[in-house]
């Protein structure tokens, strides 16, 4: 589970990810910030999931990974 603050190369992929998407604009710079937390958001409220609004759990990697490429 991520949420803001958190950092390192699961952000990073987090990032890459929601890019793919048209989500999120920023570097993948691996710092889970005020704008993953937004771009996260938004996937999560368009897909129903939001039970954990702004944080990265299990269902809402199970949904971007099967929406996305490995980056």
Known sequence: ???????????????????QLHLYRGDADGDFDRRVEDALRVFQWARGLRDNLGVYDEPTRRQLESETSQP
């Open 1 to 19: 589970m991520l949420r803001r603050g958190d950092s390192g190369p699961q952000v990073r992929e987090l990032q890459q990810r929601l890019r």
